[in-house]
C-alpha cells in the first residue's frame, strides 16, 4: 500500500512521474480545476467584500471521491499542480474542499525529473496565498466584466454575444491595426540602383542613398528620369571603403510569448496549438523502453533564467557535440525583461542526453518540430556568436551618393544550430539595396565605370494586419496578458467569430469591429491598452503581497459600477443607433425593410416585427473581403467571397482570371486529413465538407472549429447554439458539452 499521496493536474503527468516515484507513491490528477465559480449566476458578492461562491464543476464528483478514497490509504498527500497561479489556486481548492481536516503539503517542480521531484517532495512549503489571492483576483475581475457587459452587448447589438476584460482589449488593437489600413493613402517612390564596374571590370550594384547629404525624395516617373539624365553624365568615384568585422549574439531560450511567435513563424501553429504540444512535452512522452519522460521544463514562464546545472550540462554538450571554439569562456547569463515574475526558468529540454533526432520515432511529426525548436534554441544560446566580415562603400556621382555593402560569414557559431524565424514586414523606404556576398577590391579614390542604371517605380504599402506571431509580440511589449493567456486570447476571438484567420492574418469580422465600436465607445476607460497593463501590474503587486486583492477589485470596480447603471438607461438608444433603415419594401406585408443585428451578423428585417417575422441575408454582406495571398496565375490580390456554395477565395481579377480555392475551417477532415470547408447546399443551408470531395464523403451540419475536447482530447468539437445556453461546442465522439461563460476566458 502506498504510504503517499501526490496529486498533480493532469493524468499525463501522473504516468510520468509514476516511472521513477516507485512503489511508496500514489499519483492522482485532478484533470485540471475542480472548483469554480458557479455558471448560472455572479458567484461574487459585491456587497460583502467580494466574497466568492465556489462551486463543483460539474462532472468532477467522480475524481473527488477518488482523491478522498486514495487519501484515505496514505500516511502524507503532497498537493503537486503546475508551479503558476492557477497550479496555487488547484492546490487551494483541493486543500480547502476536499482534505479540510487532512494536513497537506505543497510542492512544485519547473521539470519533472527525478532530482527536481525528490528535491521538490524533500522540501515542501505551505500554500502561497499570494498567488492565491492573485489568480482570485483576476478571476472575479473577468467574472464582473464578463457577467455585467455581456448582458449590455445582448441588449444593444445581439443575443449570445460576450465581452472580456483582455481579449476585448486585443480585439481593439486589431481593429485599430484595420482602421489605419484603410485610411491609408498610398504614395509613389521611387529607387535608382547603378550598375557599376571597377578598372577589372568586376561588376557590383550600388543603390542611390542621398542626394546633397540628404535622403533623397524621388517620387514621380519625371523626377526620376532627371536624376538618371544627371547620373548618365556624372563620374563615379568611390569615396571611402570600410571593413570590419560584426558580431551576432545568440538568443536568449524561450520564453512562453517567443516561443509562440516563433511556432507561428516556422510551422504556422497557432499559439493555443504550440501550448497543446508543449503541455505534452513537459508532462511526459513514451520513449518505450525508458517509458513516459518529460522533455522540456515548465512552459509558462517570463523569465530567460537557466538553472546552473543546465549550463554546465549545456556546455559540456557543446563542447564534445561542436568543439572548443564553438564554446564562450563564461556561461551566457541573459537578464529577463522589467516586470517579468521570474518565476521560473526558460523553457528548455529536461534532458541533453536526449537530441531530437535519437527519439525522433517516439513522437509526433509536431512534437518533434517544436521540441527541435526548442532544443535548439537553448543550445545554441549557450554558443558564440557569429562573426561575419562586412565591407561598406561609399560611391559619389556629383551631388548624388550611391551606397554598396557586402557581408560573409566567417564563423557560423550559434547558426550552427539555430536560426532565427521572422515575420515577413512590408518594407517601406529606399534601404541601403541589396546586401551583397562580395565586392571587389575597391580603394578610396578609384573611378568607376556606370554600365546601367535601374529605376524602379514602388509604392507605399499600408502597415500589415497581424499575424498570431506578431500580436503575441504586441501583446507582450504592452503588457496585455500574461504567458498563460496568450493563447486563449487569440483562440477566443476566432471562436467568437469576432476575427477571422485568413491566409495567416487576423481581420476583424464586421461584427468584431461593432462589437469593439460599442465597447470603446461607452466603456472608454476599461477597455484601452495602458488601463489593462495597469491592471496587470497590480495583479502582480498582489501576487507579491504588496496589494490586497479585494482593495484592487473595489478600486475597479465602484467606478465600473456607476458606468454601467448609467449605460443601462441608454441601451435602447444604442440598439437604435445600429438600425438602419433600406429602401427596400417588405414583400409580404409592404412595411420598411431595416438592417438589423444577429448572433450571425446583419441581416434584413421588416420593421413591422412582430406582427411581421419577415427576415433574409443582407446581399451586400457577400462583399469580397481583401487578403494578403495573391493569386498564383496572374498576381492580383486573392479575396474572400460567398457564393451559392459558402465562402471561397477568388482572383479579385474576376472575370477575367477565374482562379478560386475552397476556405479552410482550419480542421483537418478526420478521415483523409485534408481541409474541412464550408459549403452551401442546393437549398441554401450551410454545411461542413472536406475539401478532397467527392473522393472523401465527410459532412457536418455543424461547424467544427480547433478546439480539443477537455474530456476525452478529440481533436475537434462542433460550434452549436440553443436558445436555452447560447453558443456552446459539443465534442463529436463523446458528446461532451462545453458552454463558455460570457468572461474573460471567453470574449
Known amino acids: 500500500m502506498a504510504k503517499n499521496l501526490l496529486i498533480v493536474e493532469s493524468p499525463a503527468k501522473s504516468r510520468t512521474l509514476k516511472k521513477f516515484l516507485g512503489r511508496n507513491f500514489d499519483v492522482q490528477a485532478t484533470v485540471g480545476h475542480i472548483y469554480d465559480l458557479p455558471k448560472s449566476k455572479l458567484g461574487v458578492d459585491t456587497e460583502d467584500g467580494f466574497k466568492v461562491d465556489y462551486v463543483m464543476i460539474r462532472g468532477k464528483s467522480s475524481v473527488i471521491k477518488k482523491l478522498k478514497e486514495a487519501a484515505m490509504k496514505a500516511d502524507a498527500v503532497y498537493l503537486a499542480p503546475d508551479p503558476d497561479r492557477e497550479g496555487e489556486a488547484i492546490a487551494w481548492h483541493v486543500a480547502e474542499q476536499v482534505f479540510r481536516s487532512r494536513e497537506v503539503k505543497r510542492v512544485t517542480f519547473n521539470e519533472i525529473t527525478k532530482s527536481a521531484v525528490r528535491a521538490a517532495l524533500e522540501n ?131 520564453i512562453t510569448s517567443t516561443l509562440q511567435q516563433d511556432a507561428a513563424r516556422a510551422f504556422y501553429f497557432s499559439p493555443k496549438k504550440t501550448m497543446m504540444i508543449a503541455q505534452k512535452l513537459y508532462e511526459g512522452v513514451d520513449l518505450g523502453e525508458e517509458g513516459p519522460t518529460g522533455l522540456i521544463t515548465y512552459m509558462r514562464t517570463d523569465s530567460v533564467r537557466i538553472a546552473e546545472s543546465a549550463l554546465v550540462s549545456a556546455r559540456e554538450f557543446i563542447g564534445e557535440k561542436f568543439g572548443k571554439e564553438y564554446l564562450p569562456s563564461e556561461p551566457r547569463r541573459y537578464k529577463s525583461k522589467k516586470g517579468s515574475q521570474d518565476a521560473h526558468e526558460a523553457i528548455r529540454p529536461t534532458y541533453l542526453d536526449h537530441p531530437p533526432e535519437q527519439i525522433k520515432k517516439h513522437l509526433t511529426k509536431d512534437q518533434f518540430n517544436l521540441y527541435s525548436l526548442i532544443w535548439n534554441r537553448f543550445v545554441a544560446s549557450q554558443m558564440n556568436p557569429a562573426v561575419y566580415d562586412t565591407t561598406s562603400v561609399v560611391i559619389m556621382a556629383d551631388k548624388y551618393q550611391f551606397n554598396a555593402s557586402a557581408q560573409s560569414l566567417r564563423f557560423d557559431g550559434f547558426l550552427k544550430v539555430y536560426h532565427e524565424y521572422t515575420d515577413n514586414g512590408n518594407g517601406n523606404g529606399n534601404g541601403d539595396g541589396p546586401l551583397l556576398e562580395k565586392l571587389p577590391d575597391l580603394k578610396e579614390g578609384d573611378k568607376l565605370t556606370l554600365k546601367e542604371l535601374f529605376p524602379e517605380q514602388h509604392f507605399t504599402k499600408p502597415p500589415a494586419r497581424y499575424s498570431q506571431a506578431s500580436l503575441v509580440k504586441t501583446l507582450e511589449a504592452e503588457g496585455i496578458g500574461r504567458p498563460s493567456t496568450y493563447a486563449t486570447i487569440i483562440s477566443t ?255
Request: with cysteine.
Open 124 to 254: 515542501p512549503r505551505e500554500i502561497d496565498m499570494n498567488l492565491v489571492n492573485a489568480q482570485q483576483a483576476r478571476r472575479v475581475l473577468d467574472r464582473l466584466v464578463g457577467y455585467k457587459v455581456s448582458p449590455f452587448l445582448w441588449k444593444t447589438v445581439a443575443l449570445g454575444l460576450s465581452a472580456g476584460r483582455v481579449q476585448s482589449v486585443a480585439l481593439r488593437i486589431i481593429c485599430e491595426r484595420e482602421g489605419e489600413i484603410e485610411v491609408f493613402v498610398t504614395e509613389e517612390y521611387w529607387t535608382i540602383d547603378a550598375l557599376l564596374a571597377d578598372k577589372k571590370k568586376s561588376e557590383f550594384r550600388a543603390r542611390l542613398n542621398k542626394v546633397n547629404n540628404e535622403k533623397p525624395e524621388i517620387i514621380s516617373k519625371e523626377q526620376s528620369d532627371q536624376v538618371v539624365a544627371d547620373l548618365n553624365n556624372a563620374d563615379f568615384l568611390v569615396d571611402s571603403v570600410k571593413e570590419s568585422q560584426k558580431k551576432r549574439n545568440p538568443l536568449p531560450p524561450f
Open 493 to 747: 476571438l476566432v471562436d467568437r467569430k469576432y476575427v477571422d484567420m485568413l491566409e495567416r492574418r487576423l481581420h476583424p469580422t464586421e461584427l468584431g469591429r461593432t462589437v469593439n465600436k460599442i465597447l470603446v465607445e461607452n466603456f472608454p476607460e476599461i477597455f484601452n491598452v495602458k488601463f489593462t497593463a495597469e491592471m496587470e501590474n497590480e495583479l502582480d503587486l498582489v501576487e507579491s503581497g504588496k496589494e490586497e486583492w479585494a482593495d484592487v477589485i473595489r478600486e475597479f470596480y465602484t467606478p465600473f459600477d456607476k458606468r454601467m447603471s448609467t449605460l443601462t438607461k441608454k441601451q435602447a438608444e444604442i440598439k437604435e443607433s445600429l438600425t438602419e433603415k433600406t429602401d427596400e419594401v417588405c414583400e409580404k406585408c409592404g412595411s420598411p425593410m431595416v438592417i438589423k443585428w444577429g448572433r450571425n451578423g446583419r441581416f434584413l428585417a421588416c420593421s413591422g416585427y412582430p406582427e411581421c417575422r419577415n427576415a433574409k441575408p443582407l446581399a451586400s454582406e457577400a462583399e469580397a473581403i481583401t487578403t494578403d495571398e495573391k493569386c498564383p496565375n496572374c498576381g492580383a490580390p486573392m479575396v474572400v467571397k460567398t457564393g451559392r456554395f459558402g465562402k471561397f477565395i477568388a482572383c479579385s481579377n474576376y472575370p477575367e482570371c477565374k482562379t478560386t480555392k475552397a476556405l479552410s475551417t482550419g480542421v483537418k477532415c478526420p478521415k483523409d486529413g485534408g481541409d474541412v470547408v464550408e459549403k452551401r447546399s442546393r437549398k441554401g443551408k450551410v454545411f461542413y465538407g472536406c475539401s478532397n470531395y467527392p473522393s472523401c464523403d465527410f459532412v457536418s451540419w455543424y461547424k467544427p472549429v480547433n478546439k480539443e475536447c477537455p474530456e476525452c482530447k478529440h481533436p475537434y468539437m462542433y460550434d452549436k447554439y440553443s436558445q436555452k445556453d447560447g453558443q456552446y461546442f459539443a465534442c463529436p465522439n463523446c458528446k461532451y458539452k462545453l458552454v463558455p461563460e460570457p468572461e474573460e476566458e471567453k470574449v
